[in-house]
């Protein structure tokens, strides 16, 4: 089995790096017949395809900054946040191999079988967010009258863009798409809520709190996903439990489902499970990537999209002051 792992460490650059990687794991999957390496290489070819063609990049962004310009007019009392970016190397690694895990470990828990390789294969293609741009907003404590609950009020305006948006993006030239889940949110509108995953409502196991919703982009013919948070949920998305490195969580889960699924009973699962610990141990000071340098996994220089990604667009809206009327 070859991982991403493997190709870290010559000090090639991303694309070459992706390149590399995709086709000898494309050669070893047709050599072993297997179509879940398949799939994953075929989702790394999106990924090169999206770094050495972005052109379209800088329209989506203007479509996108419509709905800023939006916010900024209907919610002039909320701060927030707008940031794109394209989605990391070793988080896309990590998230195409965790999706493997957690499918067939639900599936055989539920089941006392394992699923298809089709079904297996399915949990790649629903990766939606190469793309991603993501909303944060908060209340400031200006803003804020004795008695008020911050986190409840934010929360009623962050369901109300989550409303608006699909309709908002629709008419710029942005489908929205099926979530895909079996429930939906009891807090969104129902007639958009079949396109969310509200992970408000269902946190994940460390905590994680966010509403995601994908989009087919009909002008550059790709998905970009868009995801709301309050400050507290980006907070904890990012620095707190909840985020890439938190590891103590996550550990747990993860040898709950080994000890579960023994090793040899199931290839697709031993070969996801191996890569995502080998990614959770990864010392990125060791790593030789141009343009990527780290003392340690927090202290981290990333000019080339190894583990933070890429950045699109940041657009930053400071509520107005005190006095105005809200």
């Known amino acids: 089995m070859i991982s991403l792992n493997d190709y870290l460490y010559d000090g090639n650059t991303v694309v070459k790096i992706l390149h590399t990687y995709s086709q000898d794991l494309r050669n070893e999957a047709i050599g072993n017949d297997n179509g879940v390496d398949l799939a994953h290489s075929n989702c790394l070819l999106q990924m090169i395809e999206l770094l050495e063609h972005n052109d379209f990049l800088t329209a989506q962004a203007q479509q996108i900054r419509e709905f800023y310009k939006y916010m900024a007019d209907k919610y002039p009392f909320l701060a927030f946040t707008f940031k794109g970016r394209i989605k990391s190397l070793i988080r896309l690694e990590g998230k195409i191999n965790g999706n493997i895990v957690e499918y067939i470990y639900d599936y055989y828990?539920?089941?006392?079988?394992?699923?298809?390789?089709?079904?297996?294969?399915?949990?790649?293609?629903?990766?939606?967010?190469?793309?991603?741009?993501?909303?944060?907003?908060?209340?400031?404590?200006?803003?804020?009258?004795?008695?008020?609950?911050?986190?409840?009020?934010?929360?009623?305006?962050?369901?109300?863009?989550?409303?608006?948006?699909?309709?908002?993006?629709e008419k710029r030239g942005f489908n929205p798409e099926l979530s895909g889940v079996d429930f939906h949110s009891l807090t969104i509108d129902e007639k958009v809520s079949r396109y969310y995953r509200d992970y408000i409502e269902r946190p994940n196991i460390v905590g994680y709190q966010s509403l995601h919703i994908a989009f087919f982009d009909i002008t550059s013919r790709s998905d970009i996903e868009v995801q709301l948070r309050t400050k507290e949920m980006d907070d904890n998305a990012e620095i707190g439990d909840a985020n890439h490195f938190g590891y103590e969580k996550r550990q747990q889960k993860e040898r709950a489902r080994r000890e579960a699924i023994p090793v040899g009973a199931n290839k697709f699962f031993d070969d996801a499970y191996e890569r995502c610990i080998m990614l959770q141990q990864l010392d990125l000071s060791k790593v030789n990537v141009n343009m990527f340098g780290a003392v340690d996994n927090s202290l981290i220089n990333d000019g080339c999209g190894l583990f933070r990604g890429r950045l699109i667009l940041p657009y930053e809206h400071l509520s107005r002051f005190q006095n105005d009327l809200i």
Not at 110 to 137: C, H, M, W
Not at 141 to 156: F, M, S, V, Y
Request: some cysteine.
């Open 109 to 169: 828990m539920e089941n006392g079988t394992f699923p298809s390789e089709a079904q297996i294969k399915e949990q790649i293609a629903r990766i939606k967010d190469l793309i991603a741009y993501r909303i944060v907003i908060s209340l400031p404590a200006c803003h804020l009258k004795p008695g008020d609950d911050r986190r409840e009020r934010e929360l009623k305006y962050l369901y109300e863009i989550a409303d608006a948006l699909p309709d908002f993006l």
